[in-house]
């Protein structure tokens, strides 16, 4: 099948099944999803013949993305994956067997809010738009593209891990977190093309044509160039990075430009499975690290490594890593491009409407660090140029809350050592402190002080070397690798010895 209406009895079945949950939700669903065109989706696309022929025209071109550069070695695997069968949070998705090649890719917008206006911005209080004004439409052209970009990276990124997977659950949510990486460009690529004519439809050629780490195409982020080479890497991945996600799709959900905002607030109901598989394998691999300790009562890193887990330092080390090149996700500390998307009514702030000030942030300030010296000061700044700090600021508490709980584990086992998030400031590329030296503690520290110290502080080579060397595929059902605890509960309540994967 190439995503056509019927390619197989196995999809067959699929598409009926998922059509009586559709037909017995549709008293109660306000938007449900058309499973019998070419492209799936709760748009209309049917009604708008040139946008279709558009979308048609891309999809092969993306089916050929996916297969250079999806998962590795997978097409003719049968994974247990949920599919999107409405834009109801009550019931959203169904769970069953499907080749990721033949998975129903489509356009989800959550359902119109009636009479919603902009909550922010010089336009607050006017209608939503539904069509982009001309005179924002470059720039919000660009933060369609930029987030849209980040959706085929983090595929590229992973493609590898699936020849080291620690479980078939593990393996199972490496899969269900590519496909929907892989809606999400769909989301943003019906958006390009909807509403901006030949520029979009180029755009989302070029999405497919960028990739991750490539010396002369690369993606847009940088983070998104970084390598994952193995499994401690997606998860801290999915924890750290994934959760930036969250916060600027949550930022977008409150634009005031109607179809971006109805997107990305469906694109965070699926976002909210792949932060749960990093902070869970996370807390899975210093559940196991835990048990081996006290079961042989040592805490020294090389006996535990002799043991065959992560220890704890390593897991440190790897945070402090990720944790400060997610960061520069968010920008500088002072931006007038954050500035402009507010003022706009583009891009918000988490939770908006939540926030109790006027909405337009008239003479208000924010406070941000900068570096003088050898010490790190705070001064304030106009609110509307620090948005993105106070984005960032939002993402640490959250961040700061998982960290919380694997310490719980930790604790629970009765050990002493504490995970800790590296201060904000710390091995940073972008802002204020791009190129500064700052110790984890927030403390600026001479070159020769780093240097000498950057191995406690970042993980190195033989970290990597050591965690590789750990790696290898377990594709029994019920078996999980020695690094890494079971998890609590299986996928859709199905055992832990289900197959959620079956090879070919």
Known sequence: ??????????????????????????????????????????????????????????????????????????????????????????????????????????????????????????????????????????????????????????????????????????????????????????????????????????????LLERRSGDADKPRILGAFNEQTPDWLSFFMFTFLTDRDGKYQLAALAESGFDPLARSCRFMLTEEAHHLFVGESGIGRVIQRTCEVMKKHDIEAPDQVRMQGVIDLPTLQRYLNFHFSVTLDLYGGEVSSNASTFYAMGLKGRFEEEKIDDDHVLTGAEYPVLDIAGDKLIEKRVNAQLALNERLRDDYIADCQAGVDRWNKIIEKAGLPCRLTLPHKAFNRKIGTFAGARVNPQGKPVSEAEWTHHSREWLATAEDHAFVRSLMGRVSEAGRYANWIAPPARGIDNKGLDFEYVRFA
């Not at 040139?50 to 695997?77: C, V």
């Not at 069968?85 to 990721?100: E, L, N």
């Not at 998975?103 to 909550?119: M, V």
């Open 1 to 206: 099948m190439r995503l056509a209406p019927c390619g197989g009895s196995a999809f067959v079945v699929r598409f009926r099944f998922a059509r009586r949950l559709l037909s017995a939700a549709a008293g109660s669903v306000p938007m449900s999803i058309d499973y019998a065109s070419k492209i799936p989706n709760n748009v209309g696309l049917d009604q708008n013949k040139q946008l279709q022929r558009a979308l048609e025209h891309w999809q092969p071109k993306y089916l050929d993305w996916w297969r250079e550069m999806g998962p590795l070695e997978s097409t003719h695997f049968d994974c247990y994956l949920r599919t999107a069968i409405s834009v109801d949070p009550k019931g959203w998705a169904h769970f069953g067997y499907v080749k990721m090649p033949d998975y129903r890719w489509g356009i989800f917008l959550t359902p119109p809010e009636q009479d919603r206006k902009i909550a922010f911005g010089t336009h607050k209080g006017q209608p939503v738009w539904n069509d982009v004004p001309g005179e924002y439409r470059s720039t919000l052209r660009r933060v369609i593209v930029t987030q849209g970009d980040t959706e085929p990276a983090s595929v590229e990124q992973q493609r590898h891990l699936g020849n080291t997977c620690p479980s078939l659950y593990d393996l199972r949510n490496l899969y269900q977190v590519n496909v929907e990486e892989g809606r999400h460009l769909w989301a943003m690529v019906y958006l390009l093309h909807a509403h901006f004519g030949r520029d979009g439809r180029e755009e989302g050629e070029a």
